[in-house]
Structures are given as structure tokens and as C-alpha cells.
């Protein structure tokens, strides 16, 4: 059985840091790209950033610079790196990975919630 766990949200005044875990379990036979999502109270999940199996990143237009997303697909485990936090990045944090046990699939974790206060 498959399972993607976030972990490390929190409180943070705004300016602050966290950094945000990703890591998947299971019978797993490669973990695939692996995107960070956010959603923010009573809006839709937004995309911020995704890294490849091979590492190339991509972050969503306002993010780039102040996320920073890594991974070690030796311990199938993906961060969130957050800097400058503002209160608008309060919302949970999902993240999606692709796992492939052995056919390719998309897997959802619960969520982890930041809140940034001002």
C-alpha cells in the first residue's frame, strides 16, 4: 500500500521560514515527479511549485525565488523550502507524487497547514 505524508507545517511570523516534507511509503518501485500545491482558505488548489525524477523545477510566476522544491529519491522524499513567508502563503500544503508500484499513479497526502502571521 501506497501513502504520501506531508509534515512540517506550522505557525511563522511573516519573513519567516519552514520547510515542508514530502515522503512517500510503501511498496514503491520508483517515485516520479512530485508537485507542491497550496490552498489557501476558501479558494482552489494552486500549484507552486513541481521537480522532476531529474530535478529540473518548476515554480508557479509569483513563487519562484522564495520557494525552493529538492528531493532524494533514494529515501523517496521531496521539501518545500519557504522563505520571506507572508500571510497570504497561509493555506494547507498538499503535496501529489507520482509513484509508480509498478504502473504509474497520482497520490495525494493529507495536507499540512501554514499560517503566517502578520
Known amino acids: 500500500q501506497v501513502r504520501v505524508e506531508e509534515s512540517g507545517g506550522g505557525l511563522v511570523q511573516a519573513g519567516g521560514s519552514l520547510k515542508l516534507t514530502c515522503k512517500a511509503s510503501g511498496t514503491i518501485a520508483r517515485l516520479g515527479a512530485v508537485e507542491w500545491y497550496r490552498q489557501r482558505p476558501g479558494e482552489q488548489r494552486e500549484s507552486v511549485a513541481r521537480i522532476s525524477r531529474t530535478g529540473k523545477t518548476t515554480y508557479a510566476d509569483n513563487e519562484e525565488g522564495r520557494f525552493a522544491i529538492s528531493r532524494d529519491n533514494a529515501e523517496n522524499t521531496a521539501w518545500l523550502e519557504m522563505f520571506s513567508l507572508k500571510p497570504e502563503d497561509t493555506g494547507v500544503y498538499y503535496c501529489?507524487?507520482?509513484?509508480?508500484?509498478?504502473?504509474?499513479?497520482?497520490?495525494w497526502g493529507q495536507g499540512t497547514q501554514v499560517t503566517v502571521s502578520s
Open positions: 501529489r507524487a507520482t509513484i509508480f508500484a509498478p504502473i504509474a499513479d497520482d497520490y
